[in-house]
């Protein structure tokens, strides 16, 4: 993996450029480690700044395993090709946000720990900034005293979002951050993703299997199938125009027609 964490050229602006990447788990054997099966394939992508960029595909396909990919969350040794990154510190919303929230500690304590571990604040600055992150995620200064299992599925979200901005990073990979979530969360969620966007200069990897989601908030889209990126562009041209048999065929599942 090659990590480059100076500014992006002026002329591309990019946050994350993924060339011809590859995953491929390798398996344990008694005479040492072989490949084992394919996932991702030669994907090829970039994110530019100020970008929300949809990653589409049925379960299975291998959104969650390049997300995993791009921010080094697999083996060197399962992996071909390059990521690069343009900003510091990338962060992932995960799907599922009690899993990835220490259930025994509190959300003060869960969202102070990564400025801990940083080291460059010390405690008044890392509480201040602890509040102030919940207060962008539409949270009181009450719920630091709180632990997880007291909190709603969408409240337990908005703590993940705000662990995952709280040392300021410039580029989220949001995988599925709504779909355990019902239709009016999901929404105050997707707006939210929308407002930090603007207020803290974010751009987005956003993962998901619900296409008219992603035709609502994202800028490009990028259509997966088999560990492939089978089609991409502008949202309302691949959405109004596909021209890959199964994107029309995901579209069709979805239920979104183009009007003429």
């Known amino acids: 993996m090659n990590e480059n964490l100076s500014a992006a050229p002026a002329s591309a602006q990019r946050v994350l450029e993924v060339e011809h990447l590859t ?10 480690r072989r490949p ?7 994907v090829s992508f970039y994110v530019n700044y100020g970008e ?7 379960s299975g396909c291998g959104k969650s395993t390049l997300s995993k ?5 697999i083996p060197a040794r399962d992996m071909e090709g390059t990521v690069t990154h343009y900003t510091k510190r990338p962060q992932m919303v995960f799907q599922d946000p009690f899993s990835s929230l220490n259930p025994a500690r509190t ?11 940083f080291g460059k604040y010390d405690p008044p600055e890392r509480k201040r900034r602890v509040l102030d992150m919940l207060e962008r995620v539409g949270l009181e ?9 007291e909190l709603s599925g969408g409240q337990r979200q908005r703590v993940a979002i705000a662990l995952a901005l709280i040392q300021r990073p410039r580029f989220i ?15 105050q969620i997707l707006d939210l993703l929308w407002e930090l966007r603007r207020e803290l200069d974010l751009s987005y990897l956003f993962i998901s299997h619900d296409l008219n ?31 890959h048999e199964y994107t029309q065929k995901l579209l069709a599942s979805a239920n979104y027609a183009r009007e003429d």
């Not at 959300?107 to 990564?114: D, R, S």
């Open 23 to 32: 995953v491929r788990y390798s398996d344990a054997t008694v005479f040492g």
């Open 36 to 42: 084992g099966r394919e996932t991702v394939h030669d």
């Open 52 to 58: 929300i960029v949809g990653l589409v595909g049925e």
């Open 69 to 73: 990919a791009i921010l080094g969350m």
């Open 107 to 117: 959300v003060g304590w869960i969202l102070e720990e990564p400025l801990r571990i």
């Open 141 to 149: 200064r009450d719920y630091v005293a709180r632990r997880p299992r």
């Open 173 to 187: 990979i949001a995988d599925e951050p709504v779909s355990a979530l019902d239709v009016t969360i999901q929404a």
């Open 213 to 243: 989601v992603v035709y609502s908030l994202c800028d490009r889209v990028l259509v997966m199938e088999s560990g492939r990126i089978i089609e991409s562009g502008p949202v309302e041209q691949v959405y109004d125009r596909p021209q």
